[in-house]
């Protein structure tokens, strides 16, 4: 399972409040993404829908994670600034 941004970069920054970017999840060549449990810790810098959008909310780094029914997890690095609010 890996979690990558649509240019297959390893990591994001999402410098404004409008930044918003979907991530993809896979398992080999096949698109997860859907099946997937999205989270974002620390909780209140992003918010991750089912389809794995990333919105920003403050600025501050966070690990999103995608995590498949059997337990399988991956995390990606994100970095938020300039969104107008501070965590």
């Known amino acids: 399972l890996s979690i990558h941004f649509r240019n297959g970069a390893t990591n994001l920054v999402l410098n404004s ?29 992003v918010t991750v829908d089912k389809s794995g959008r990333v919105t920003p909310m403050a600025d501050g780094e966070v690990v999103i994670t995608a995590k498949a029914s059997d337990g399988t997890a991956a995390s990606f690095p994100v970095k938020v600034a300039n969104s107008g609010q501070s965590a």
Not at 22 to 44: C, F, I, K, N
Request: proline share 3%.
């Open 17 to 45: 409040k409008d930044a918003r970017q979907q991530l993809l999840a896979t398992v080999g060549a096949r698109d997860v993404t859907r099946e997937m449990t999205w989270s974002a810790e620390p909780a209140g810098l």
